[in-house]
Nanobody, 122 residues
Framework: QVQLVESGGGLVQAGASLRLSCAAS????????MAWFRQAPGKEREFVGR????????NYADSAKGRFTISRANAKNTMYLQMNSLKPEDTAVYYC???????????????WGQGTQVTVSS
């Protein structure tokens, strides 16, 4: 069992930066692939990006490429999402997720955090 807790969300203006954190605990959490998803009101949950268990491989949705960076510090059991040049359309609840293998779809992850709200004003 892996427990995930997100933090770092908030209200910012367009163009600002935020760094989200996802603290993991539980059995062998550092061997899991992890990912960030987000869900805006009235929309489906969408993939933002993922990172391998070692942290050496990352993949991003087109909407995140060039602006968002995912990293992890396994010694701290923590994953990060650095978000730069934020836009109003980035407004959503951001979730971290973990799985032994992972992938691009939310169905491939079976451990989820409770989410943290990010609101970007224009």
């Amino acid at each position: 069992q892996v427990q995930l807790v997100e933090s770092g969300g908030g209200l910012v203006q367009a163009g600002a930066s935020l760094r989200l954190s996802c603290a993991a605990s539980g059995r062998t959490s550092t061997t899991y692939a992890m990912a960030w998803f987000r869900q805006a009101p009235g929309k489906e949950r969408e993939f933002v990006g993922r990172i391998s268990s070692s942290g050496t491989i990352t993949n991003y949705a087109d909407s995140a490429k060039g602006r968002f960076t995912i990293s992890r510090a396994n010694a701290k059991n923590t994953m990060y999402l650095q978000m730069n040049s934020l836009k109003p359309e980035d407004t959503a609840v951001y979730y971290c997720a973990a799985a032994e293998i992972g992938g691009y779809g939310s169905g491939k992850y079976y451990y989820w955090g409770q989410g943290t709200q990010v609101t970007v004003s224009s």
